[in-house]
């Protein structure tokens, strides 16, 4: 089974955050990437790919939710960029010694704490 093949069947299943740290760093190192990766220049790569998923809404105007009126180009699209974005934030929370998952656990009880919900 061809890399290709093994990454269209892990679109099957649900993946962690942890599993596809794993699998950038495995892509990084089989390509001899990893000395560019520094946390500056993943910062600056996640910075253009937010910059290009912004082009995607830029003169759209409000969307509404699940993006019903759409091409299915657009929405793959779409979801190509915000993947773009979150693998390489993925990457610079690794190359930075941040556990993501916890880090952003961690952010929605101190959220929680911050904003309490109004009582219905």
């Known amino acids: 089974m061809g890399e290709g093949e093994m990454i269209a069947e892990e679109r099957a299943k649900d993946i ?5 740290s794993k699998k950038l760093e495995e892509f990084a190192k089989a390509r001899d990437w990893e000395k ?19 082009e995607i ?3 759209r105007g409000e969307v509404d939710r699940g993006l019903p009126n759409w091409e299915e180009s657009d ?5 190509e960029e ?3 974005v979150l693998l390489y934030l993925i990457r610079l929370a690794d190359i930075c ?3 993501l998952g916890d880090a952003a656990s961690k952010k929605i009880v ?3 704490i911050k904003y309490p919900a109004k009582a219905q």
């Open 16 to 20: 962690s955050l942890k599993e596809l």
């Open 36 to 54: 560019y990766h520094s946390p500056r220049n993943l910062l600056l790569a996640m910075v253009g790919e937010v910059g290009e998923l912004s």
């Open 57 to 59: 809404f830029q003169w």
């Open 75 to 79: 929405k793959e699209h779409l979801g």
């Open 82 to 84: 915000l993947s773009d």
């Open 97 to 99: 010694g941040i556990d």
């Open 110 to 112: 101190k959220n929680a």
